[in-house]
C-alpha cells in the first residue's frame, strides 16, 4: 500500500492543484524526491477525509475553514 501511495503523484501530476504543488517546492529548492511526497500526503488526507465525510469527490470543492 505504501508503494501505491508513493506512486500516486506520477498519475495525478496531469491535475493542476498537484502539479502547482510539486513545483512550487522544487522552486524552493526541496528535492523532486521529497516534493512527490509531499503531494502524496496532500492526496491521502483528502482521500481520507473523503471517506470520513462520506461525500463524493468534488474537484471544486471550498473547505468552509479556508
Do not use: H, W
Not at 528535492?31 to 461525500?55: G, M, W
Amino acid at each position: 500500500m505504501k508503494r501505491q501511495i508513493f506512486i500516486s503523484p506520477f498519475y495525478d501530476m496531469k491535475t493542476m492543484a498537484c502539479r502547482e504543488i510539486y513545483e512550487r517546492l522544487v522552486a524552493k529548492g526541496k528535492s523532486k524526491k521529497l516534493a512527490l511526497i509531499a503531494v502524496s500526503n496532500k492526496l491521502l488526507k483528502q482521500a481520507f477525509a473523503i471517506a470520513k465525510s462520506r461525500r463524493s469527490y468534488d474537484e471544486n470543492f471550498v473547505s468552509k475553514l479556508a
